[in-house]
Structures are given as C-alpha cells and as structure tokens.
C-alpha cells in the first residue's frame, strides 16, 4: 500500500464479531507505518505520528473487545496506552464515512464515555481507567481556557474576578457528571474543576457569562427641597417592591437590587442599583419627590427617633443650636427641668462604693416605689420631645431645619452594648501544728497537815488541766457542763485520772493537733449595659447591722424600748460604666466588691463582716481580659508556753511546754473581660451560648429514680427558638418561649 492511496478498513457484516487477531490485522491495513521496518518506524516517529491528521481511516470494530480497540488507536496515534485492569468489556465503533484521526479518537472517547470509561492523560501515558478514578489520576491542568475536546478528563482552573465562588458552586454542580468534582477556593476566589473537557468548555462559557459586576457605579442625586433623611427611608420602600417590603427595608443596604444611602454633609441620595434600568428608574422617582412643599408657610416637622432618647436629644439640640436661633434661648428655661426629670436614681448617682440605695425596711428603692407613668412632653423652644412616642416636635424654617436633621441623623444611631464579665478568684492555704503536755500531782500522806503539790498547765477551756480538772470532779454535771460549752480542745488528747479522796481528777495530759484548711472561689459575676451607661449588679444577702438603740429606765413613764436598725447587702457588688472609643478599646470605671459574713463573730451590734473591694478606671482591648487588681498574703505565726529551764531540756523538756505554730497564705485576684456588641447578631450569639449553657445544666441535674419517691422532674428550660439573627421567625414575628414545664 502506497502512502498516496487513502487507507480503508471494511466493515464486516454486523452479525460477525472479530477476534483479536482479526482486529489487529484491521489495525494494520489501517496504518501504513505497521508495513515498514522497524528502524524506518523509528525514523518516522521522530518527525511526524504514524498518521498525518489529514489522513483519513474507516473504523469497522464491532463488538470488539475494549484492550483490541483500545491498541488499534494507539497505533493511530502513535502513543501508548495504558488499560486498568477493571477495564473489560465490548464496544462497537464504526464509521460511515472516511474520518480523520482525530475525528476517529474522539469517536473512540465518546464510546468509552457510554461504557463507564474514559481517558485520562499523565506523565506522557494515556490511561483508560474507570470514570470514578479519573479524577484522581488526571495529570493534565488547565489555567484559565483550555484547547482539549472531547470526552477526556482534565481539570481546570477557574479564576473570577467579580462573583463569589462559593455561589457559583451550587449553580455548577448539576451541571457536572456525578462522578467528578467542583470546589471553591476562598483565598483567591477561584473554582477548580475535573470533569470531560467539551463539558468544561461550555461551563467556561457559563462562568464568564455570570462572572460580572453585579452593581454598577454609584449615583449622587443632590436634593433641593426634600431632606435627604425622610426621603431615603421611601425610595428604599418604593425600590423594594412596595408596602409588602416595607417592613424589611432600611435605607443604606441593599433590597430588591437598589442601594440607598444619605449623605447628610450635601444633603443628597447615593443610588448603587444592580442595572442601569433600575438606576435610572430610581433617579427619575427620586426627581418625582423631590418637589417643595405644598403649605410653603407650615414649619412643624415631627421626626421619630430609632434609638437615642426623645428628652435627652432635645435638650441637647436646644443647647446646640442656642447661639443661631433666638427661639431656643426661651426654651432653654425648661431644658435643665426635663433634663433632672429623665435622670434616675442609678445613673444620678456617682459610681462609688456606698450603699446609699439602703434603707432601714431591707428593701432597695427600686423594688418599693410603684412603676412611674411615663415622663410629660418638654415644652419651650423650636425643639420639643414626645416622651410617649420617642419624637422630636420641630418648629423651624427650611434652613434650619436641614441642619437640625443633619445633626439627629449623626446622634440617633444604634448604641452598642457591652457584656462584662469578672472573675474573682480567691485561694486560701493554712497550716497548724499543736503539742503539750500538763501534769498534776499532790505529795504527802492522809492525815498530814501541808500537802505539797507540783505541775504544769496551759491553754484555755479543757485544754487547761486545772478545769478539765475540776469538771471531772464535778461528775456527770460537770463533765456535761463542760462538753456543751465546747471548750474541749481539737486533736488527739491522752489524759490520766487520779482519785483523790473520793474524787477523779486529771493527773496528766497530752494534746497532738495538726490541721491543713484551704479554700477555692470563683465568682463570674455578668452583666450587660449600653455604651456610657451605668450597671450593677449585686448577688449576696441583706444583713440586718445595729446602729442604735433607747430604752426608758426613768420615771414613771411606760417602757417604750426601740432599736433602729441599718440593712446592707453583702456579697458580690459589681458597678460598671463604660465607653467604647472609635479604635475598638473600652473605657470601664469600675467599683467591684466581695463581703460576706465572719461566721462565730457575731457581737451584740450585729455581725462582723469581711470585705475586699476595688475601684479603678481601666482601658482594655475588646475580648480581652485584664487584671484588676488583688492581693497575696503569707502569714506566719507561733506560740510557745513553757517551764523556764526545765522547758529547755532536750527531749525531757517537752513535758514541761506546749507550742503551736500556724500560717496562712491568701491569694484573691479579679479579672475582668469586655465583649462589644454591636449587633443583634452578636448579642444573640451570646445569649444563645448562655442559654444553652444553663439548659445543658439543668438537663444533668434531674433527681434520679427513687423506689418510693415520686418522678416529679426538675424544670428545664425550652429548646432555644430557631430564628435567624434579630430574633424574627419566618412568618415576621418574634417566636415566643415556649412554658417551662416539668419533664
């Protein structure tokens, strides 16, 4: 065969089936090369394949087996193929009319591909291989576009420049044969995917399409009779579809694919929509409102306030706007009252120590006194508050109302709150040691008339030989007497009766006592405040302290005896107020204190208290923890009662003293922690954390089966509701708790 004659493989009938070697043979006739020897084959290899790609062939394989085909187009191709074990089966590959070699190798993927199999290119080698291993035996990468066809498997590379990749996940990820993958790279924002290259061809097409800018620039629209304020608030209801969105629309983020922010300084409207339609549609319905008022003469404007206090802010607008408008200095008159009027009794009062809120009753003022019905509008001035529906009742020309609102929009934001929470940590350590030994002893015989005695004795109580002495000769009595007074001392306590006459007394005894005490306290007390705002919180009881006392002794009067009483809580106290600054630090005066009652140092005037407290302003970082302040005390003390002389004898003095030692080690430290909430979001992260906390809590301390007691169940807190940050349900409304109820 000529290399000029077109090379032809005939198709057999389709009810025959060739073996192997049928198929090489066809193989052969298909490849001039095969004819030649090999040393020309060499030759040839190293300038141009076996077939040129204009070269036609006929392909004639059916039912063939896969490993015959598969060295047919390795021939073709002048590669080698390497075929997985797992690879077995027929295929069927014909052609009715001549095709080029290329043509006939994507034939050939595409039969593959509808028996399970594909082809997979690595180290130079062609693989035919499961379509499950593919993915992880592909050796070929493309960056960006790629010029494979066909059904053969490579990954590529994806780089955008606009879309997220992790949203462009989900809209690919059908359109991926189930056998291969797609993942995003959040780094560089970037999708990587394995799949048959005429598939990734045309997902390339669909990235490109939706990889785009979403909005486009923005638009400055300058209003000349409106104020920028009231306006942004109906063109964000009116861009978001109406009424029905009303409730969901807030001006500045983005709803229905239109932003709209207020830029106070110039008094105009920032647009940002998703389309240039939309832009424009927006601008003309902005120039549609933007129209002057109908009553020219009417300067009576209310504004409702979202979060700043309605008497507060227009005290403080008054103040403000005093030195420019004639009409505030007759309303200054009135600012100090309304002022005086809002203050309470917590946030009037400086931060301090001193239990001025106590009364004699026991109880704090705030629990006494009845709920005060709300506050009166201010009256006086341009600027008037409506306590009732939190507003501001403006009465000012156009210009000076403009300025006004400029200024509400800057101080009505939303305040931050700050959650605080302390740790105080006290560690206590003592040790104590106690020997001694007393002796008593009478010389002499009945009878005679000077008996001699000798002995020793220390301590107080029956730790004194000389009254456990006389509380043995006072028998049952007086044995009885002595143990109800407690005096007998702690330890181990070795004594010998001696009868004299006819009474038992303590003629030796012996103490040995050493003790180790030691305390662990840790006290988290939490709370939460607003931003510059005052909070407290106090966790101890109300202990009643004697401060006075009268009783009539005289004359002939009745006996009328009175005693007046003070009440102070004792325990945790914590008082805090903070102010969050612009880099993220938290100013905090604090005052924090921890008493608690010295057991068995109770005195006629009421008991004895122990206390520690600390009051500082300190700066600290959000989420980061400080210390206060503390204190760490070692303490050592000794004692030693002993014969002189006699008491120095080694070893034979110790029966003439008695010694003890003791120390003390006290270590307390208070931590504090600032966590800034600035949004819903993270106070219902916390919230939600807390709860589940102490539901997880209450779960394991259930009362456990009882044979004769009842199942009565602990409450446990509900499940915590599921709804989205803000605390509203999909329906809108806030999702109440459901009843605690026994489990």
Same mark, same amino acid.
């Given at each position: 065969?000529?290399?000029?004659?077109?090379?032809?493989? @005939?198709?057999?009938?389709?009810?025959?089936?060739?073996?192997?070697?049928?198929?090489?043979?066809?193989?052969?006739?298909?490849?001039?090369?095969?004819?030649?020897?090999?040393?020309?084959?060499?030759?040839?290899?190293?300038?141009?394949?076996?077939?040129?790609?204009?070269?036609?062939?006929?392909?004639?394989?059916?039912?063939?087996?896969?490993?015959?085909?598969?060295?047919?187009?390795?021939?073709?191709?002048?590669?080698?193929?390497?075929?997985?074990?797992?690879?077995?089966?027929?295929?069927?590959?014909?052609?009715?009319?001549?095709?080029?070699?290329?043509?006939?190798?994507?034939?050939?993927?595409?039969?593959?591909?509808?028996?399970?199999?594909?082809?997979?290119?690595?180290?130079?080698?062609?693989?035919?291989?499961?379509?499950?291993?593919?993915?992880?035996?592909?050796?070929?990468?493309?960056?960006?576009?790629?010029? %494979?066809?066909?059904?053969?498997?490579?990954?590529?590379?994806?780089?955008?420049?606009?879309?997220?990749?992790? &949203?462009?996940?989900?809209?690919?990820?059908?359109?991926?044969?189930?056998?291969?993958?797609?993942?995003?790279?959040? $780094?560089?924002?970037?999708?990587?995917?394995?799949?048959?290259?005429?598939?990734?061809?045309?997902?390339?097409?669909?990235?490109?399409?939706?990889?785009?800018?979403?909005?486009?620039?923005?638009?400055?629209?300058?209003?000349?009779?409106?104020?920028?304020?009231?306006?942004?608030?109906?063109?964000?209801?009116?861009?978001?579809?109406?009424?029905?969105?009303?409730?969901?629309?807030?001006?500045?983020?983005? *709803?229905?694919?239109?932003?709209?922010?207020?830029?106070?300084?110039?008094? %105009?409207?920032?647009?940002?929509?998703?389309?240039?339609?939309?832009?424009?549609?927006?601008?003309?319905?902005?120039?549609? /409102?933007?129209?002057?008022?109908?009553?020219?003469?009417? &300067?009576?404007?209310?504004?409702?306030?979202?979060?700043?206090?309605?008497?507060?802010?227009?005290?403080?607008?008054?103040?403000?706007?005093?030195?420019?408008?004639?009409?505030?200095?007759?309303?200054?008159?009135?600012?100090?009252?309304?002022?005086?009027?809002? &203050?309470?009794?917590?946030?009037?009062?400086?931060?301090?120590?001193?239990?001025?809120?106590?009364?004699?009753?026991?109880?704090?003022?705030?629990?006494?006194?009845?709920? #005060?019905? *709300?506050?009166?509008?201010?009256? $006086?001035?341009?600027?008037?508050?409506?306590?009732?529906?939190?507003?501001?009742?403006?009465?000012?020309?156009?210009?000076?109302?403009?300025?006004?609102?400029?200024?509400?929009?800057?101080?009505?934001?939303?305040?931050?709150?700050?959650?605080?929470?302390?740790?105080?940590?006290?560690?206590?350590? *003592?040790?104590?040691?106690?020997?001694?030994?007393?002796?008593?002893?009478?010389?002499?015989?009945?009878?005679?008339?000077?008996?001699?005695?000798?002995?020793?004795?220390?301590?107080?109580?029956?730790?004194?030989?000389?009254?456990?002495?006389?509380?043995?000769?006072?028998?049952?009595?007086?044995?009885?007497?002595?143990?109800?007074?407690?005096?007998?001392?702690?330890?181990?306590?070795?004594?010998?009766?001696?009868?004299?006459?006819?009474?038992?007394?303590?003629?030796?005894?012996?103490?040995?006592?050493?003790?180790?005490?030691?305390?662990?306290?840790?006290?988290?007390?939490? /709370?939460?405040?607003?931003?510059?705002?005052?909070?407290?919180?106090?966790?101890?009881?109300?202990?009643?302290?004697?401060?006075?006392?009268?009783?009539?002794?005289?004359?002939?009067?009745?006996?009328?005896?009175?005693?007046?009483?003070?009440?102070?809580?004792?325990?945790?106290?914590?008082?805090?107020?903070?102010?969050?600054? @612009?880099?993220?630090?938290?100013?905090?005066?604090?005052?924090?204190?921890?008493?608690?009652?010295?057991?068995?140092?109770? #005195?006629?005037?009421?008991?004895?208290?122990? +206390?520690?407290?600390?009051?500082?302003?300190?700066?600290?970082?959000?989420?980061?923890?400080?210390?206060?302040?503390?204190?760490?005390?070692?303490?050592?003390?000794?004692? @030693?009662?002993?014969?002189?002389?006699?008491? #120095?004898?080694?070893?034979?003095?110790?029966?003439? +003293?008695?010694? &003890?030692?003791?120390?003390? +080690?006290?270590?307390?430290?208070?931590?504090?922690?600032?966590?800034?909430?600035?949004?819903?979001?993270?106070?219902?992260?916390?919230?939600?954390?807390?709860?589940?906390?102490?539901?997880?809590?209450?779960?394991?301390?259930?009362?456990?089966?009882?044979?004769?007691?009842?199942?009565?169940?602990?409450?446990?807190?509900?499940? *915590?509701?599921?709804?989205?940050?803000?605390?509203?349900?999909?329906?809108?409304?806030?999702?109440?708790?459901?009843?605690?109820?026994?489990?």
């Amino acid at each position: 065969m000529s290399m000029n004659k077109r090379p032809r493989i @005939e198709r057999p009938a389709r009810q025959a089936s060739p073996t192997l070697a049928g198929v090489l043979a066809l193989s052969v006739l298909a490849s001039p090369v095969l004819a030649q020897t090999d040393s020309n084959r060499a030759n040839n290899r190293a300038h141009s394949p076996a077939l040129k790609s204009g070269t036609p062939v006929t392909l004639n394989f059916v039912n063939a087996d896969i490993e015959a085909v598969t060295r047919a187009i390795g021939v073709m191709l002048d590669r080698q193929f390497i075929i997985d074990p797992r690879v077995k089966g027929q295929i069927t590959l014909y052609s009715e009319q001549p095709l080029s070699v290329r043509e006939a190798y994507l034939n050939y993927l595409a039969a593959l591909r509808g028996l399970g199999f594909t082809v997979v290119e690595n180290t130079g080698m062609l693989k035919v291989v499961p379509e499950a291993d593919a993915k992880l035996q592909a050796g070929a990468v493309a960056v960006g576009s790629s010029s %494979a066809r066909g059904d053969q498997i490579i990954t590529q590379i994806f780089r955008l420049n606009h879309e997220n990749a992790n &949203n462009l996940v989900s809209v690919l990820r059908p359109l991926i044969s189930p056998n291969n993958t797609i993942n995003a790279n959040p $780094g560089n924002n970037s999708l990587v995917i394995t799949d048959y290259a005429e598939n990734l061809q045309r997902l390339g097409r669909i990235i490109a399409t939706m990889d785009t800018p979403g909005n486009t620039d923005i638009e400055i629209v300058p209003l000349k009779h409106a104020v920028a304020s009231d306006l942004a608030a109906l063109v964000q209801k009116l861009a978001a579809g109406g009424a029905a969105n009303a409730a969901a629309a807030v001006p500045g983020q983005a *709803s229905g694919g239109i932003s709209v922010l207020v830029d106070p300084r110039s008094n %105009a409207l920032i647009l940002r929509a998703s389309n240039p339609a939309t832009l424009a549609a927006t601008r003309a319905m902005v120039e549609k /409102l933007d129209q002057p008022s109908i009553d020219g003469a009417s &300067n009576i404007r209310v504004v409702y306030l979202k979060n700043a206090d309605a008497t507060k802010l227009a005290t403080v607008l008054r103040a403000a706007f005093a030195a420019g408008n004639s009409a505030a200095a007759g309303g200054n008159s009135n600012s100090s009252s309304s002022s005086s009027a809002n &203050n309470n009794s917590l946030g009037g009062a400086p931060l301090s120590g001193s239990n001025s809120g106590n009364n004699s009753s026991g109880t704090s003022t705030a629990s006494s006194s009845p709920v #005060s019905a *709300s506050q009166g509008p201010s009256t $006086g001035g341009f600027v008037q508050a409506d306590p009732a529906t939190n507003s501001l009742i403006i009465t000012a020309p156009e210009p000076l109302y403009r300025q006004i609102r400029a200024v509400i929009d800057q101080l009505d934001s939303r305040r931050a709150q700050i959650y605080v929470e302390t740790m105080i940590v006290k560690v206590d350590a *003592s040790k104590s040691g106690q020997f001694g030994v007393q002796w008593q002893n009478l010389f002499g015989g009945k009878g005679d008339s000077n008996i001699p005695g000798l002995g020793t004795n220390f301590g107080t109580g029956l730790g004194n030989i000389i009254n456990g002495s006389a509380a043995a000769a006072g028998g049952k009595t007086g044995i009885a007497t002595a143990l109800a007074s407690a005096a007998v001392p702690q330890g181990l306590n070795i004594g010998f009766l001696k009868k004299v006459g006819d009474f038992y007394t303590l003629g030796a005894i012996a103490n040995f006592l050493e003790g180790q005490a030691g305390a662990n306290i840790l006290s988290t007390p939490n /709370l939460v405040a607003l931003d510059n705002e005052e909070a407290k919180i106090v966790i101890g009881q109300n202990v009643p302290f004697l401060t006075g006392s009268y009783s009539n002794t005289g004359g002939s009067g009745s006996i009328n005896p009175f005693q007046t009483i003070d009440r102070k809580d004792v325990g945790l106290t914590l008082r805090i107020r903070s102010q969050i600054g @612009e880099s993220g630090t938290v100013r905090m005066t604090v005052y924090q204190e921890n008493s608690s009652v010295v057991d068995g140092k109770s #005195s006629s005037a009421g008991p004895t208290t122990d +206390k520690s407290s600390i009051e500082t302003t300190v700066v600290v970082d959000d989420g980061q923890i400080i210390v206060l302040g503390g204190l760490m005390k070692d303490e050592y003390s000794d004692g @030693e009662d002993k014969v002189p002389g006699l008491g #120095s004898i080694p070893i034979l003095g110790s029966l003439f +003293k008695s010694e &003890n030692r003791k120390r003390v +080690k006290t270590n307390l430290m208070v931590f504090l922690r600032p966590v800034v909430m600035r949004n819903q979001a993270t106070a219902d992260q916390l919230t939600l954390d807390r709860y589940e906390s102490i539901r997880a809590l209450q779960q394991n301390s259930q009362p456990g089966q009882s044979l004769v007691l009842p199942n009565t169940g602990a409450p446990v807190l509900p499940p *915590s509701p599921a709804t989205p940050a803000g605390g509203q349900s999909e329906a809108g409304a806030k999702t109440p708790l459901a009843p605690i109820a026994p489990q």
